[in-house]
């Protein structure tokens, strides 16, 4: 069974910088995209980031262009966000997701239980 797990989320002050991880077990990792998802409160879920099997391609939401940076490292089984220049309205529980088929950057069909990253004023 495939298990996804988040972590590195917290508190920052608008401007900084936060750096999440998402490690991943059960199905061979290289082999299968990634993605990085958010939800705020009361708003639905929207896509952040995703990234081919391999590290190959990559997307971004245009509202992180620029200021995200989304990153695999196969050997370890773990998909990285690193978030800089973060805003308020940045703020919300993270999610990261694998592609439920080989070779592709979606439909995401693994999710992991989400991490809490809040951004000041």
């Known amino acids: 069974q495939v298990q996804l797990v988040e972590s590195g989320g917290g508190l920052v002050q608008a401007g900084g910088s936060l750096r999440l991880s998402c490690a991943a077990s059960g199905r061979p990792f290289s082999m299968y995209g990634m993605a990085w998802f958010r939800q705020a409160p009361g708003k639905e879920r929207e896509s952040v980031a995703a990234i081919s099997r391999r590290g190959s391609t990559t997307y971004y939401a245009d509202s992180v262009k620029g200021r995200f940076t989304i990153s695999r490292d196969d050997a370890k089984n773990t998909v990285y966000l690193q978030m800089n220049s973060l805003k308020p309205e940045d703020t919300a529980v993270y999610y990261c997701?694998?592609?439920?088929?080989?070779?592709?950057?979606?439909?995401?069909?693994?999710w992991g239980q989400g991490t809490q990253v809040t951004v000041s004023s």
């Open positions: 997701a694998q592609s439920g088929r080989p070779a592709t950057m979606g439909p995401y069909d693994y």
